[in-house]
């Protein structure tokens, strides 16, 4: 039985070593790419208030997650099954749950590399993803 690896995916550096590690580690496995839209971040800006923002900002954010989709897809070795996913919620606990309602085997994460106060105030993703986790969670920086 093939593992099913879930790689979430944000299009920063970090995701990418993350995915390319995940290529190279887990030729034989499934990888679903997690794309989770934070609706805290459509909350900010001057257009916020306006009646059809929500709907318009949900929109971009869903192609957005095509494009890192498609991107990621282009970069996989060719025999690599992939599967997508795109959920709506708190980062950390929506890739969690999103993991354990789709029989994920692991979750591999890219870190943000913050240190110090900034990890204190800011938190992390991926810290908090390897506390909330039941499978194994690999951090690739």
């Not at 805290?40 to 001057?46: F, S």
């Not at 929500?54 to 869903?62: I, L």
């Amino acid at each position: 039985m093939a593992l099913n690896i879930v790689v979430p995916v944000d299009g920063s550096e970090q995701s990418q070593q993350a995915l390319e590690y995940a290529y190279e580690q887990f030729p034989d496995a499934t990888l679903t790419l997690l794309h989770v839209i934070n609706p805290a971040r459509a909350g900010y800006g001057a257009q916020a208030g306006l009646p059809s923002f929500s709907e318009e900002w949900y929109d971009e954010a869903e192609a957005a997650a095509e494009e890192l989709f498609a991107s990621a897809k282009a970069d996989a070795p060719e025999s690599m099954s992939i599967e997508t996913a795109t959920e709506v919620g708190q980062p950390a606990r929506t890739i969690v749950e999103f993991t354990e309602e789709n029989d994920g085997d692991e979750i591999i994460i890219g870190s943000h590399g913050r240190q110090g106060i900034s990890r204190v105030l800011l938190g992390s993703v991926a810290e908090a993803v390897v506390r909330r986790a039941h499978v194994p969670v690999t951090v690739a920086r």
